[in-house]
């Protein structure tokens, strides 16, 4: 082989390694800081009305209460919405906790009642002292505990 053949070949080598040391810095940085979000765009048009969430009946929750863990005494009222729970920035409840994932668990009403479900997470959900294996109901009071942090839903 001539001699600029074997050139091009080791700057072709050195361009793929470059490559993959600044995908891995990037995944690396991703991990610990979290995705980008783009800075929101100037609303053109007139907001919608929101829509006051529905009176619960009689016995059904109304608030979602952290009652262990960092964000101990943070308060989520419960709408007709999802909640989602995890590390991921566009979580409902926002957890920083290494036992937490970034999209851990998901609390949804159907029915009249609320449901809690495991969304795949490395740790698990647990109601009570229950592993959560799929969508269960969950009773006034009992504690739902996602790494260290504890919530409960309540009157």
Known sequence: MSELTLLLIKLAFLAVLWFFVIAA???I???LFGSRTAPAAPARKAPKPVKPPAKPKKGEPRQMVVVGG???GTTIPLAETPITIGRANDATLVVSDDYASSRHARLFPQDGQWI???LNSTNGTYLDRTKVTRPTPVPLGVPIRIGKTVIELRK
Do not use: A, I
């Open 25 to 27: 810095v990037g995944v």
């Open 29 to 31: 940085r991703t991990d």
């Open 70 to 72: 960092p964000l101990q």
């Open 116 to 118: 809690v479900e495991d």
